[in-house]
């Protein structure tokens, strides 16, 4: 069976994840507050702007920056985009 979630973002019940995506208080929040979904939007957005910003995962504030826009993303606020990036056509 299934674990569901009242999703942040999408803001209705949807599938949850299996395990929180990281340790700590953080991770927990996620897990009981995040959608299957949402966290698998998020990590392809993470993805492009690591790639398209080429931010170094090392620095601190690069983390940081990360935390704040997953934190925007999940609250369906405005979030930073790579300048020229063009997704993809379906």
């Not at 957005?45 to 910003?53: D, P, R, S």
């Not at 620095?59 to 790579?82: G, H, P, W, Y």
């Amino acid at each position: 069976m299934t674990r569901t979630v009242m999703c942040r973002k999408y803001q209705r019940e949807m599938e949850g994840l299996s395990q929180p995506p990281f340790p700590g208080a953080r991770g927990q929040m996620i897990f009981d507050s995040v959608s299957k979904q949402a966290w698998q939007e998020w990590l392809a957005h993470q993805t492009m702007l690591v790639n398209e910003k080429r931010l170094n995962l090392m620095d601190r504030t690069t983390r940081a920056f990360l935390e704040e826009e997953m934190e925007k993303f999940f609250s369906n606020q405005e979030v930073a985009r790579a300048e020229g990036y063009v997704p993809p056509r379906a």
